[in-house]
């Protein structure tokens, strides 16, 4: 009568292997990311000190020629002389000049030339052109 008793409940017999898996990967790409962190945070520099250092400011001067040739900057009128001057006057504050030139669709290619002739030769190295978007 013992042999008669039957367990219905079967026991685990193998262990499932799909959350092992998982949660050795992500250990695996844990322990990466901050083996990378450590080991830049362990080289040790000791950096210089200057008196002039510091951050690098931007001066963005916004420039337009109109359809007669006429040059603005900020939206006031200027000859060629002020708009170096004013070129001068940024980087003499330490600032990196750049500059964003917008031209009328009737403005002459030499007009749009010329003033970034002069730009280029009082020191402004970055420039960009502004568009429009289509549509």
Known sequence: MAAAQTNDEEGI??????????????????????????AKAAIEVDLPRAANGGEITQRTLALVV????RTFLEGAEVDDARLVEA??????KGEDVQA?????????????????????????TKFAIQIEKAG
Not at 14 to 28: A, E, Q, Y
Not at 87 to 92: E, G, S, T
Not at 101 to 122: E, F, M, P, S
């Open 13 to 38: 017999n193998g262990i499932n292997v799909t959350p092992l898996v998982d949660v050795t990967l992500v250990l695996l790409i844990v322990f990466m990311v901050t083996a990378s962190v450590i």
């Open 66 to 69: 109109s359809k007669e040739g």
């Open 100 to 124: 964003v030139v917008g031209a009328d669709r009737a403005a002459t290619h030499g007009a749009v030339t010329h003033l970034l002739d002069l730009l280029k030769g009082a020191g402004v």
């Open 87 to 92: 070129v001068h006057l940024a980087q003499r």
